[in-house]
């Protein structure tokens, strides 16, 4: 029986090669980020049984993230957006293997965590204007709302993998080889984007870059588009506020269900699979007003 015509469409970009290669990758490397991602509050919460410190290391991961997203944006106009993230895929590798090593040799403190944590903020706001940009030039224009879709739903089946295993890594080995695995996983995205084929981008034509004047640039633009400032200020707000409850998960199994870490990665995967089930509804076809309501 030939497939219906909504599913065709809901995966619609899976037909391409570069977009397959880059989605498995992500797959695996974004499944190891949110096994670090459940590791990191777990970690703060043992050191301070505090759920304000368990606050302040999510709040020092997205305040960077936000902060130099525009930066990010500029650096991914500017520059070839395969090399960078290339580079910041292994510089989040570098920085978890840092964490692990912290760990397993007991110098482990708050303040050594914080900062390791603030430094892949940093990372990750240059590494996701990358991210979202290069998908765009893996697939055609007419597939690209479903190939950002689907990049959607492979970062969500991420956040109920990756907190689903941290849970057993973390019951069975403990925080430091749950920092290593997350090392390890970047190397799946780092070989996805090795293998991927690209027609080459013509090269900018300003002929000296003015990295720091064209963010303020991207600032001012966004500021000047109100359906784009509204945009941006509730993807910021979603991140600063809704993001941190991931990371007080780890407060509620302890303090309130007195449960421990396996059931402490059953929760938090919970997040990321309602977003699952959720995303066909996305994917599949519809106008971008239906999208807007949903959105609201």
């Known amino acids: 029986m030939p497939a219906k015509p909504g599913l065709r469409d809901a995966a619609a970009a899976f037909r391409f090669r570069n977009f397959r290669l880059f989605w498995i990758g992500a797959l695996l490397s974004n499944s190891g980020t949110w096994l670090q991602n459940l590791t990191v509050p777990y970690v703060v919460f043992q050191l301070t049984h505090s759920s304000t410190w368990v606050g302040v290391a999510a709040f020092s991961q997205l305040a960077p993230m936000a902060v130099l997203s525009p930066l990010g ?14 580079w910041t ?33 940093v990372v990750t706001g240059i590494n996701a204007p990358a991210w979202q940009a290069f998908v765009s030039e893996l697939v055609p224009r007419d597939a690209l709302l479903n190939a950002v879709t689907l990049n959607s739903a492979q970062f969500n089946a991420a956040r109920a993998f990756g907190p689903g295993l941290g849970g057993l890594v973390l019951v069975t080995l403990g925080p430091g080889p749950a920092f290593f695995i997350n090392a390890a996983s970047y190397g799946a995205v780092l070989v996805a984007l090795r293998m991927i084929t690209l027609a080459s981008r013509p090269a900018a034509t300003t002929p000296r870059p003015r990295i720091l004047a064209d963010a303020g640039d991207t600032i001012a633009y966004v500021r000047s588009h109100r359906g784009m400032a509204a945009c941006y200020l509730a993807v910021v707000a979603l991140g600063l506020f809704g ?7 780890v407060v509620f199994a302890e303090e309130v269900f007195s449960v421990g870490g396996l059931a402490y990665g059953v929760l938090s995967a919970a997040l990321g699979i309602g977003a699952v089930l959720a995303a066909p509804i996305v994917a599949g076809p519809g106008s ?9």
Do not use: E, H, K
Not at 92 to 119: D, E, K, N, Q
Not at 243 to 249: D, E, G, H
Not at 288 to 296: E, F, I, K, T, Y
């Open 73 to 86: 944006g500029t650096l991914a106009d500017r520059l070839d957006r395969r090399r960078v993230l290339m």
């Open 89 to 121: 895929q292994s510089a989040m590798a570098v920085l978890a293997v840092t964490m692990g090593v912290v760990w397993v040799t007991g110098r482990a403190s708050v303040p050594a965590i914080i900062a390791l944590v603030a430094l892949g903020g």
């Open 243 to 249: 993001q941190p409850i991931f990371s007080l998960v």
């Open 288 to 296: 971008g007003m239906a999208r807007s309501r949903l959105a609201g």
